[in-house]
């Protein structure tokens, strides 16, 4: 069976110091990836998805950065993190529509 | 293991009539209850949500039933209208409040 980890769970970071989530994905290949954020108080907005090893689309310009090293392996990035980058991140992976699956997230808080 | 089940993968539904989406979860530590609505290469924005001190949420044409008993989940748009055509993300938060658990989404389409 497939299985998406992702960690942290939480993380507390000062501003300006740098940022790496890890999302793998277990029991599939070539999987759809996707990095999501949720702000307090809003709905999940989609940040980065890749189509395969190497290949990252960004939805909306931020001080984030993604990667994708491996065909299961997707990161997440930032070389100076903001007060506004704080709140919920989830990886997730999809192959075949509708269904996709979403990591448990990572509460980041950044002070 | 997925703690939140949508076992539909897809509805269709005559314009005018109701739309159910169900939803099924395991963790009983689970407190708090959201449905998502997510078009085409969008995210997923919020639609509704339930606390599980509550049995019935409504707002507007959207109800959201909570059967905690049989940890069950389900949303009920009344009238169905075709922009309502989109996927539908159940998720539920534990108590802590750390953590989503979405459900893999239904595809609801509304037919004219």
């Known amino acids: 069976s497939q299985t998406i980890h992702q960690w942290p769970a939480t993380l507390v970071q000062p501003v300006g110091s740098p940022l790496s989530l890890e999302c793998t994905v277990e029991?599939?290949?070539?999987?759809?990836l996707y990095w999501y954020r949720q702000a307090a108080g809003r709905g999940l907005q989609l940040l980065f998805y890749?189509?395969?090893?190497?290949?990252i689309s960004s939805e909306v310009p931020q001080n984030l950065s993604a990667s994708r090293p491996q065909d299961r392996q997707f990161i997440l990035s930032s070389k100076k993190l903001l007060l506004s980058d704080s709140g919920f991140y989830l990886c997730?992976?999809?192959?075949?529509?509708?269904?996709?699956?979403f990591g448990q997230g990572t509460r980041l808080t950044v002070v | 293991d997925q703690q939140v089940k949508q076992n539909s993968p897809s509805l269709s539904v005559q314009e005018g009539r109701i739309s159910i989406l169900n939803c099924d979860y395991t963790?009983?530590?689970?407190?708090?209850f959201l449905w998502y609505k997510k078009y085409p290469a969008e995210g997923p924005t919020f639609l509704i949500s339930?606390?599980?001190?509550?049995d019935k949420n409504e707002d507007g044409r959207f109800t959201v039933f909570l059967n905690k008993s049989a940890k069950h989940l389900s949303l009920h748009i009344v009238p169905s209208q075709p922009g309502d055509s989109a996927v539908y993300f159940c998720?539920?938060?534990?108590?802590?409040?750390?953590?989503?658990?979405f459900g893999t989404g239904t595809s609801l389409t509304v037919i004219p």
């Open positions: 997730a992976w999809g192959q075949g529509y509708p269904l996709t699956f």
């Open positions: 029991g599939t290949s070539n999987p759809n």
């Open positions: 890749s189509v395969g090893i190497g290949q």
């Open positions: 963790n009983s530590m689970f407190d708090y």
């Open positions: 339930i606390s599980s001190i509550k």
């Open positions: 998720a539920a938060r534990t108590d802590t409040g750390n953590q989503f658990y």
